[in-house]
């Protein structure tokens, strides 16, 4: 059964870039259309990018659209999502997760998303 594991979250300055990975286990992803999206407690989950499972679709939250770069390595099982000109306001916990089909047009976070991992921390902050 897929799993989902995210990686390469952690503490930067604003202004500064990090690259998350999000990889497979127990299945291969390159099947699956994936979608980031982030959690700060208290607050409703917010979409952020998604990708199609050749990677010719992408989309993205207004938020971050211009700023965030999602691409997939399916060689490498692999989906990344590149962080630059991160602000305070990006702090959350990143997962990724499968999504049926990513948006057409207009991004949105699709609740039937699923197999997301633990997530990994993003810490925007001087």
């Known amino acids: 059964q897929l799993q989902l594991v995210e990686s390469g979250g952690g503490l930067v300055q604003p202004g500064g870039s990090l690259r998350l990975s999000c990889a497979a286990s127990?299945?291969?992803?390159?099947?699956?259309?994936i979608d980031w999206f982030r959690q700060v407690p208290g607050k409703e989950r917010e979409g952020v990018s998604c990708?199609?499972?050749?990677?010719?679709?992408?989309n993205y939250a207004d938020s971050v659209k211009g700023r965030f770069t999602i691409s997939r390595d399916n060689a490498r099982n692999t989906v990344y999502l590149q962080m630059n000109s991160l602000k305070p306001d990006d702090t959350a916990v990143y997962h990724c997760?499968?999504?049926?089909?990513?948006?057409?047009?207009?991004?949105?976070?699709?609740?039937?998303?699923?197999?997301w991992g633990q997530g990994t921390q993003v810490t925007v902050s001087s």
């Open positions: 990708i199609s499972v050749s990677g010719g679709s992408t």
């Open positions: 997760a499968v999504v049926p089909e990513c948006p057409r047009g207009t991004y949105y976070y699709d609740r039937r998303s699923h197999s």
């Open positions: 127990g299945d291969t992803l390159r099947y699956y259309d």
